[in-house]
């Protein structure tokens, strides 16, 4: 069968068929999700699974499961855990069967690099924050410094909103947009 | 007056080279051919999803699912591939060839529990690599990585 005819056949069956939609959406979820987790344990200071484990508060098996393609069904109570254990967020977003494709295309595990928390400078010091919000929060920032900044978020809510609401929305909503 | 200036151009990084997948073939036949055309629709999508991300990565010791299978000789090293598709846990065999970056896939078959199926699995695969490695067995049939186009 040549490619044309592949294509035309791949493309009747995923109009048609709900099972082939599936199948097809599971296969890229099923390899380019485990291949991100280890893309990320790898490049991260947590490179042995029993260490990513331990973060995650995830048991070293599971890990070993998340990394194999289609193995494990991963809950977004699971995939939270990990992208906190890695210090990066996670989106998990609804796309056209074109732009699922063009990032199956376009991943390559060797070069998936996503910064994390404490190097991710468009988070913790948005530009526009100092205009809108008067710098509160990257005053906040810069004063506690990093580690002080997750151990006032840490230590609960009210040292937070202590600043007021007028200048978390702004921040928040820099990033939801971004 | 000679211009003397020197143009120094760089040429723009280029992606390293994909790894290439080769089929086993025996008597004329593709046997790699032959396990994957009646696998169910979701193990071949899964199949080929892992074939077209693997390709692009490096080091095979990053490979998702990959891991060398114990107890063979170090010059007889065959790799194995994880992959579930319809709760099923799938298991591809290879060995690397003798050319950078060329895969060559000798076996796939089921795994449950430290069940091979078919049951002589390991044996088949040992006797194809073998016979790769002596110049005994066919040459092998690159295999299309099916990029959806």
Known sequence: MNQENERSELISRLHNSLESRTAYIKSKLATLVPSQIRALRLRSAMPRQKDLAVAAQLHQSRISMFETPGMANLTLETLAKLAAAFKVGVIVKFVSFSEMLRWEDEFSQDTFVVPKLDEDRAFLAPPGVHKESGGAMATATSELGINGFAAARKKGSASVQGMGSSTIQPYVGAEITS | MQNHTKVISFPSPTPPAKWRFFDYVEGGNNLIEDWYRPLSEEARNAFNALLKNTCKIELPLHWTGFKYLKGTPK????????????????????????????????????????????QNALETARRRARALREGRADEPRERKIRTDF
């Open chain 2, 75 to 118: 010059e007889e090293r065959i790799w194995q591939l994880d992959f579930i598709a319809d709760k099923r846990q799938y298991r591809v065999l290879g060995i690397f060839g003798r050319v950078r970056k060329q895969a060559i896939v000798i076996l796939g078959c089921y795994h449950k529990g430290d069940v091979y199926t078919p």
